[in-house]
Structure formats: structure tokens, C-alpha cells
């Protein structure tokens, strides 16, 4: 789905917004998804450790290209405290981006807003560390 200078751009976004939260993304992307969006994200979520984070505060975008489907999840350090339509929002905002073709961009927005939102609830911490990798995950469906 995307080039590998477009990978970098959006991990490069990743890494920028954890440079000031504590939170920690990542970018999966799955050929298929025959299912529930959600429960394939839910699954991905696990299958990847994002909810073995300290603070449980990972949040995972998750594509599924043929099948034109893509979620945002947030672990439940964070439902606990974003409004209950955050997710929706974000997946909104990034959804107008896509009808547009702007996958990257829109990707990367939903990026940088989730790390503001992140800053606010999670600061980046002096002793913060990298928890999860930044780099695209492939899911082999």
C-alpha cells in the first residue's frame, strides 16, 4: 500500500509525536480483512504486545487495504481518559483524507492528533522510553 519512502514519513510522524507523550503507535497494514474491522484490530493489538505497555497506552492504526477498512484503538489506559468519541473523530478526520486519495497525509494526522491527545493525558516523561518499535507492521493476509 505504501512506498517505502512513504513508510518512513509515517514513521517519522510516529517519532515525532511520542517525542512528547509517554503513548506509544503503531501502523499495521493487512491486505484482507473478511471480518469485524474491530476485532481484527483487537487482534493485531495483541498479536503485536501493545498491551503490554506500562502505562497501557498504545494505539494502533490498522489498514486493511482490498477490503477498504481501517480502524484506530486505543489501549485502556487511554479510553479511560479520551472523550468516547475520540476515536471516531480521529477516524473521520483521516477517513476525509483517504476519499481525497491522501492516504500518507491522512495517516500522519491522525498520527499527530493522537499524540496531542496523548501529550495531554501522557507527557513525555524525562525517563521515557521507546516501548514499541515505530516501523510498519505487514500482516500476511
Not at 505497555?53 to 479510553?79: C, P, W
Not at 477517513?95 to 496523548?118: D, S
Not at 493525558?121 to 505487514?138: M, Y
Request: with cysteine; net charge negative; aromatic share 10%.
Amino acid at each position: 500500500m505504501f512506498s517505502e519512502e512513504e513508510c518512513k514519513v509515517i514513521e517519522k510522524a510516529i517519532e515525532d509525536a511520542e517525542l512528547n507523550c509517554s503513548g506509544e503507535m503503531r501502523v499495521h497494514i493487512d491486505k484482507k480483512c473478511d471480518g469485524d474491522i474491530i476485532e481484527a484490530a483487537v487482534r493485531t493489538f495483541h498479536m503485536l504486545s501493545m498491551h503490554k505497555t506500562e502505562l497501557r497506552n498504545g494505539v494502533l492504526f490498522y489498514f486493511a487495504y482490498e477490503s477498504r477498512k481501517f480502524a484506530v484503538i486505543g489501549d485502556v489506559g487511554i479510553d479511560k481518559k479520551v472523550p468516547k468519541n475520540f476515536w471516531d473523530d480521529v477516524a473521520q478526520e483521516m477517513e476525509a483524507k483517504f476519499r481525497q486519495g491522501e492516504f500518507v497525509e491522512g495517516l500522519c494526522n491522525g498520527v499527530r492528533r493522537c499524540g496531542e491527545k496523548l501529550q495531554e493525558f501522557f507527557p513525555h516523561q524525562a525517563n521515557d522510553v521507546n516501548e514499541l518499535t515505530n516501523a510498519i507492521s505487514f500482516g500476511e493476509n
